[in-house]
């Protein structure tokens, strides 16, 4: 503008042949300009006094701060909201963050307690005949054929201490281990470590009453400490340390059943290697194939399961027939 002004205005030859030509121009030009719409401050299609530069992602009308209701993408107003509901997760709040199966374990442990009491005579601080119809044994795998006992015996209890401190346990590593593995994943490696801690049990007592989560529990802990080894952090980075000294002192004690303690914690290091690999520079077994890792954890099950009848069947011998 400012260079055509001057053109406009020049006394020159060259200026005053333009002058007739420019001012029309430069008239028009600033007309239209004058009169131009001064564009309108979008506001809120439910509060018109709150301008807004928003818009909903489903129906595109303006919504303020107030109307907003965050979705899975963008935000929605409250009318699309109400007429499709959904449901927005975050990290936090997955079901497997909040360990869904972990919590579940810890219902049906109780459950079994509770029908400890109600129907074999338990106390708090007894199992009464419990263990007698849970626990496992094996004489009574074996010539009875009370197979389920290899799973039974995970979830009795002798007395609420007992189930307190498992419990309590399942608690702290459960949701560790789940958010990783993934409630399948999870799932199949409890099981197969209760499994490994009734084969433990069985190798090394094969006429003792075994009970408790404390097998199963032990192999979290062991998938634990290879979880932390893939990440390149060592047992005294970790913390976890004095824990295991501590459960080795206990399990050396008498008190409790070492074979089920050891053979949970080992079957759990083969599912830690399985899962997460043997250390930092190593990779899982097969990559991040899960599926193909869930059915390796499942025919782990069953060949524990196969020891645990083997070993049963050894109670004669031990027995000295």
Known sequence: MFSCYFIANETSSFGRCHTTRLVPRLQAYMSNHDHQETPQPTVCYRHRTKASGVRCQRCEQFICAECMHQASVGVHCPECT??????????????????????????????????????????????????????????RIDALGQWWRIITGGFGHFGIIHLGMNMYSLYILGPIIERRLGSVSFSLAYVAALVGGSLGALVLDVLSFTMGASGAIFGLLGLLVMMFRSQGISIAQSGLGPVLLLNLFISLSGFVSLGGHGGGF???????????????HSKPLFGRDRVKRDIATAALIVVLFVGCLWASSRWMQAAGF
């Not at 499709?84 to 919590?103: E, F, H, I, S």
């Not at 109780?110 to 009464?128: E, K, M, N, R």
């Not at 080992?266 to 930092?280: M, P």
Request: glycine share 10%.
């Open 266 to 280: 080992i079957v759990g290091l083969i599912l830690g290697a399985l899962h997460f690999g043997i250390n930092a």
């Open 82 to 139: 109400s007429n499709n509901k959904q449901t927005v997760y975050t990290r936090a709040t997955l079901p497997a963050n909040r360990g869904l199966v972990t919590q579940v374990l810890i219902g049906l442990n109780i459950a079994v307690f509770l029908l400890q009491l109600v129907l074999w005579d338990a106390t708090i601080s007894t199992a009464g005949t419990a263990a007698e119809e849970l626990a496992v044994n094996g004489p």
